[in-house]
């Protein structure tokens, strides 16, 4: 995304220095963006996205990766297609493709929050994960439970999302049996990424599914564990805000394309994007807020108002709510654990200020889209692909029979 931005900087830096009066560039909508051979020269002062589209047109045939055509509006098989796709979540139906002004921030969002979401197939895969875990810590300690938290619980898991188990009353000191149970599901089906033992009353190992090639993120406790509490507190917040859950997909997403997302190297937590999301709709206090209105709101406020050497991210049980001010001190980023306010979920996070500037860019390039929606520069995209690279996204679209349909729009 980034790239293709530099690309058109140097193309219009070079071409104004070259033509006092500079001539329009390549439109990328104009038929099938021009299928006529161009001497090399014409082709090097061209963008990257330009050229690239210039040759799917020629070539005539579908993305190999998806079994779609070309990710751009417009290439020449989509000409008289009327459910041609303009990116992997988003599909026209019978509209012409040139009527992007009916392409809303708000319907986009709450596809990519549909598209984004696990299948049928996905979802059974993690439930047998948590099966053949409780399969496995029942042969060891029989009273044993194995219950899943985290974003899957919550119904916010992504694709390519771990999944977060806990297993609860284990055998005192864990210790004794923790290396146990670790060989016993390295013999079934699983590879052990890594372990921790801790005091006796606790452990951990994130294992990797071998069948699946999922990852799971099992806790270990003597006792019982409280994480499944806030399940519920998660789930009543999200029933409250209907359009939190289509932007936390679409914010960590952002994060993930990023390399923003990963908490050992200094990430943002899934859980802490979450709280940030449900903390600005108690502060706004309006549960009907359109999807597009609230991911622009998050970006605007994380990404440039919200003061983080003051204030801390904590839900309330008022609405709306008030400011909180700065509970852990010494952390970057404070956002207080809804069952614990002492507890910073955000503790280990290091690249607040690298991710407060993604969140920053991200503010910008839709307001630009808001501005310069009908310019040639950014015809023939829509409003989400100017944060999210959706090249990678494509294969999905093979889980569907059909495109994701765009909600609640009128012709």
Not at 56 to 67: C, F, K, P
Not at 244 to 260: D, F, G, H, K, P
Request: aromatic fraction near 6%.
């Amino acid at each position: 995304m980034r790239r293709q931005q530099q690309d058109k900087q140097r193309y219009d830096t070079m071409m104004m220095k070259s033509h006092p009066k500079r001539p329009s560039a390549p439109n990328p909508r104009d038929s099938d963006y021009g299928t006529d051979e161009l001497s090399s020269d014409t082709m090097k002062r061209m963008p990257r996205y330009v050229v690239n589209a210039r040759r799917a047109a020629r070539r005539g045939r579908r993305n190999d990766n998806s079994g779609h055509s070309s990710s751009y509006a417009g290439s020449s098989s989509d000409q008289g297609n009327s459910e041609a796709i303009l990116a992997p979540w988003l599909k026209i139906g019978d509209r012409k493709i040139e009527d992007l002004s009916s392409v809303t921030l708000d319907d986009e969002v709450l596809s990519f929050g549909h598209f984004m979401s696990l299948t049928d197939d996905e979802k059974a895969s993690r439930n047998m994960i948590r099966s053949t875990l409780q399969e496995l810590a029942q042969s060891i300690w029989p009273t044993s439970t194995v219950k899943i938290y985290g974003s899957f619980a919550y119904g916010l898991s992504l694709p390519n999302s771990d999944i977060d188990v806990v297993i609860e009353d284990c055998a005192t000191p864990l210790s004794d049996t923790f290396n146990q149970f670790v060989h016993h599901i390295t013999q079934n089906g699983y590879e052990n990424l890594g372990t921790l033992d801790g005091s006796g009353a606790d452990a951990f190992i994130k294992a990797r599914h071998l069948k699946s090639n999922l990852i799971a993120n099992v806790t270990l406790t003597a006792s019982k564990s409280p994480v499944r509490s806030s399940v519920s507190v998660i789930k009543q917040q999200l029933q409250t805000y209907p359009a939190a859950a289509s932007v936390i997909m679409v914010i960590r997403t952002v994060l993930s394309q990023c390399n923003l997302n990963d908490v050992p190297s200094g990430g943002l937590s899934s859980f802490s994007v979450i709280i940030m999301l449900l903390y600005l709709c108690q502060l706004r206090g309006d549960p009907n807020v359109p999807a597009g209105v609230l991911l622009k709101d998050f970006l605007q406020v994380f990404g440039n108002e919200f003061d983080i050497k003051t204030n801390s991210v904590a839900l309330s049980n008022t609405i709306p709510a008030e400011p909180t001010p700065k509970v852990h001190v010494n952390a970057q980023l404070s956002i207080c654990d809804p069952l614990d306010p002492d507890n910073n979920i955000a503790d280990t996070c290091a690249k607040y200020t690298q991710i407060r500037s993604m969140l920053r860019y991200c503010h910008m390039a839709l307001a630009k889209w808001d501005v310069n929606a009908g310019d040639a520069v950014f015809r023939g995209r829509t409003p989400l692909s100017t944060i999210i690279a959706h090249k990678a996204l494509w294969p999905r679209l093979n889980k569907f029979q059909v495109g994701i349909p765009l909600p609640h729009v009128s012709k």
